[in-house]
């Protein structure tokens, strides 16, 4: 079981910025990919960027330029750094792993609010 402890999200003006961190905790191995994921009302699940544990990284195109993903391996934390933030960044951001190989089930966080105003 792996357990993902989000932080950060809230309100911020278009324009601004906000950051976002993710723990893992339990069984945690060495290959794996964690990333962030949103979902905005009435839409469906959508990647946003993902890095793998060798530094692999992937962004949507809509936020390339704009966000920015990190990790620290030794204490299985990933970051979403997030730039010029726009209205349509609203969303619920969830944070995921997965093994990599992949065996077995994602896991996900609880989600954290984005909300970016006009």
């Known amino acids: 079981q792996v357990q993902l402890t989000e932080s950060g999200g809230g309100l911020v003006q278009a324009g601004g910025s906000l950051r976002l961190s993710c723990a893992a905790s339990g069984s945690i191995f060495s290959g794996n990919v964690m990333g962030w994921y949103r979902q905005a009302r009435g839409k469906q699940r959508e990647l946003v960027a993902t890095m793998t544990s060798g530094g692999t990284t992937n962004y949507a195109d809509s936020v390339k330029g704009r966000f920015t993903i990190s990790r620290d391996n030794a204490k299985n934390t990933v970051t979403l750094q997030m730039n010029s933030l726009k209205p349509e960044d609203t969303a619920v951001y969830y944070c995921?792993?997965?093994?990599?190989?992949?065996?077995?089930?994602?896991?996900w966080g609880k989600g954290t609010l984005v909300t970016v105003s006009s």
């Open positions: 995921n792993y997965a093994r990599r190989p992949a065996f077995g089930m994602d896991y």
